[in-house]
């Protein structure tokens, strides 16, 4: 097994680290790209997406081929086909199929430093304060190792639950030397990390090192931090706050502060705070060291030495035990093999989808197109119905799986099978009532803007999202079939928590992957990013919602001899349903199990049918290149208010068939969830 860790292009050449057999692998090597152009030879092997022969062209550096694409850029008769990510090219060509790992061999440095703050929080930019003690551990390895600069600590008397011996407590002779015996540790070929972690190490803990390195020792000494000797200050902007973070080459940086923002909500929703200490608390009911007895962590420094460096290791043990639990760093590598990119890319949106699209197109023998920039457009959103306020009882609601995804492929959307003919006149509301002129392309998929998709061959994107949904759907199954051996009794529920929640977290993290490619799609720096496709989708969106609310409801009447809307909210995929007449007709309501059982029963045998059936209609109407809308059932609950657009809870009894031993609270937007609401009245509202 070989793979990579790291790739980088430094100059010419391809700078390389990960592990072959077991063993690490460190080498940089000249990258030969290859670009393509226009053929007259019909029989090329490679074609641009649209089917046009190409020719390849091998050059001798990157230089050159970087070079030769400025060059001819705006030459209309040439069209310089290919990728200029020559990292990305370098990993296709090496690593064509599937990227097998082993996240046991992958090296994460996981960091906590502590900074003097006599005069307040430093600023990591300055890095004026004293560095007091630094922390390291590798995931996967007991051995802890401090650097500080007294000698006052005993590892034997360690208030932690660990092992004093696997503790390597380094005393140094003032900051300065604390630093060189550091950056001698971290540069060193055995101990080197392939990824550096922590919480909230990209904004704080390495621009302080950094800048603190820079400050006592001199710039040249920052260089240690990369195993090439190469970092980079960047400026990045989050929540209109600049911050300055550092690249460095050969490192990915994974901060698990990061890393929980963007794959924790699914598994805990939006916290009210995600300081350590309360994320620790959700995930482990565990929190930091306290040291309120101390009042602060300079007079913690100053009257108990021993417990501020125990203070140090234990957020380090914290993160290392969240990521235990989860998963995400893995996680985070699995998505970047995915995508044939690197581990920082599973952050993002566009290069992940750039290079993941570019691989398939690979295995087509298929060029990606130029890169050219196109004005950015406002699109239509998603159908958000107005919810009838109050109080319900006896509330079902059923979902879209995957809508945009979906979408995509039921209507084949992808930028080789997008046509240039659209039939004016075509709205969503005369999509929904089937009253839109005829279609002036024949055996062509037509979306609710008047846009046409081929139907005579599989677009890229669609395939990509149905190899996708496949593998969701087999974790996704696992997942609720170890919940549901739980709340029988079968499976130990302390014992299978840490599994569901890591397959909770493998089945999101998909589904986020695969509903990212919209954002994508509508984002004008992405290489297929047309407005066009993006209100396809959107569009389809609405009518497809729309068209379920419409034969709910019909249904619904039909049942009870009535004429009322019993869609109480929508929220772009999902109804809300209002059973509290049926129930009450059934003359059930009181013995809430078997209520449960009955409404169940009548949803899954009747309800999902009718839905399915009209999907089958709307799917001809549009001539889709297949039925993709699946709707299912997904909570049952005896009470549900709302108060607004988005805002509401649910009393849950069942959940996508895990039958709930005690009902759970769904609360989605209610002041009972939100950070600005204090916390001793969020506790009273969750009671009420």
Request: charged residues 25%; negative net charge; proline residues 4%.
């Amino acid at each position: 097994m070989k793979f990579y860790t790291s790739i980088s292009r430094i100059g010419n050449t391809i700078a390389f680290r990960g592990y072959e057999n077991g063993q690490r692998i460190t080498y940089r090597e000249q990258f030969k790209p290859t670009l393509f152009v226009n053929s007259k030879n019909p029989n090329t092997e490679w074609k641009t997406l649209e089917g046009r022969p190409l020719e390849p062209m091998k050059f001798d550096s990157m230089k050159e081929a970087a070079d030769f694409m400025d060059r001819y850029k705006d030459v209309a008769q040439l069209n310089v086909y290919g990728n200029s990510n020559f990292a990305a090219q370098f990993i296709q060509e090496n690593y064509p199929n599937e990227i097998k790992f082993d996240p046991t061999l992958v090296k994460v440095a996981n960091i906590d430093i502590e900074v003097a703050s006599d005069d307040g929080f430093p600023d990591p930019e300055r890095a004026e304060a004293v560095l007091q003690s630094i922390c390291l551990k590798y995931f996967g390895s007991k051995a802890i190792f401090i650097w500080a600069l007294q000698d006052k600590y005993d590892p034997s008397n360690t208030e932690l639950y660990i092992d004093p011996e696997d503790i390597y407590f380094v005393k140094c002779d003032g900051e300065v030397d604390l630093l060189l015996k550091f950056l001698q540790f971290w540069s060193s070929k055995d101990t080197c990390p392939d990824v550096l972690t922590g919480w909230n190490t990209r904004n704080f803990d390495l621009p302080y090192l950094v800048n603190r390195v820079a400050k006592m020792i001199g710039m040249e000494s920052i260089k240690k931090f990369s195993p090439w000797g190469i970092v980079r200050p960047r400026e990045l902007t989050n929540r209109g706050r600049k911050n300055q973070v550092f690249e460095i080459n050969g490192i990915e940086q994974l901060d698990y502060y990061d890393l929980f923002q963007k794959f924790g909500y699914m598994t805990y929703g939006v916290l009210e705070s995600y300081r350590l200490d309360h994320v620790a608390f959700t995930v482990l009911n565990e929190k930091k060291l306290s040291y309120e007895e101390h009042g602060n962590l300079f007079t913690l420094y100053k009257e108990d030495y021993q417990k501020f460096i125990d203070y140090n290791i234990k957020d380090v043990l914290l993160v290392e035990q969240i990521d235990e639990k989860m998963g995400l760093m893995e996680l985070a590598m699995t998505i970047a093999y995915k995508g044939g990119c690197g581990y920082t890319d599973a952050f993002g949106t566009t290069q992940l989808w750039d290079t993941y699209i570019y691989r398939e197109l690979c295995h087509r023998k298929n060029v990606v197109p130029p890169k050219v920039e196109r004005p950015m457009a406002d699109i239509v959103g998603g159908y958000v119905k107005p919810p009838f306020v109050g109080r319900h009882e006896w509330v079902v609601s059923m979902d879209l799986a995957s809508l945009y995804p979906h979408l995509m492929m039921q209507y084949n959307m992808s930028p080789e099978t997008l046509m240039d003919e659209r039939t004016q006149g075509v709205t969503i509301d005369k999509t929904l009532n089937q009253e839109n002129p005829d279609s002036i392309v024949p055996d062509a998929c037509m979306c609710a803007n008047g846009v046409h998709f081929r139907k005579d061959t599989r677009g890229v994107i669609p395939t990509i999202i149905d190899e996708l949904y496949k593998e969701r759907k087999g974790v996704k199954k696992e997942m609720i079939d170890t919940k549901i051996q739980v709340e029988k009794g079968v499976l130990n529920k302390k014992l299978a928590d840490g599994q569901i929640t890591k397959l909770n977290a493998q089945q999101m993290a998909i589904k986020i992957m695969m509903n990212s490619l919209y954002g994508a799609m509508g984002n004008r720096w992405f290489r297929y990013y047309d407005v066009r496709v993006a209100e396809a989708v959107t569009t389809c969106g609405q009518v497809a919602i729309r068209w379920a609310e419409r034969t709910v409801n019909q249904y619904m009447n039909e049942l009870m001899g009535t004429d009322t809307d019993y869609v109480i909210a929508i929220d772009t995929d999902s109804l809300y349903i209002n059973f509290a007449p049926m129930v009450e007709k059934m003359g059930l309501g009181e013995d809430k199990t078997k209520t449960v059982d009955v409404i169940h029963e009548i949803v899954e045998k009747k309800f999902e049918k009718v839905v399915a059936e009209a999907y089958e209609v709307m799917a001809q109407y549009t001539d889709a290149y297949s039925n993709k809308m699946v709707m299912e059932r997904e909570v049952i609950a005896d009470v549900g208010v709302w108060t607004a657009k988005k805002r509401y809870v649910l009393n849950v009894h069942d959940n996508e068939g895990i039958r709930y031993a005690t009902p759970q609270l769904k609360i989605m937007g209610i002041e009972a969830v939100k950070s600005s609401t204090p916390a001793s009245c969020r506790d009273a509202l969750k009671g009420l």
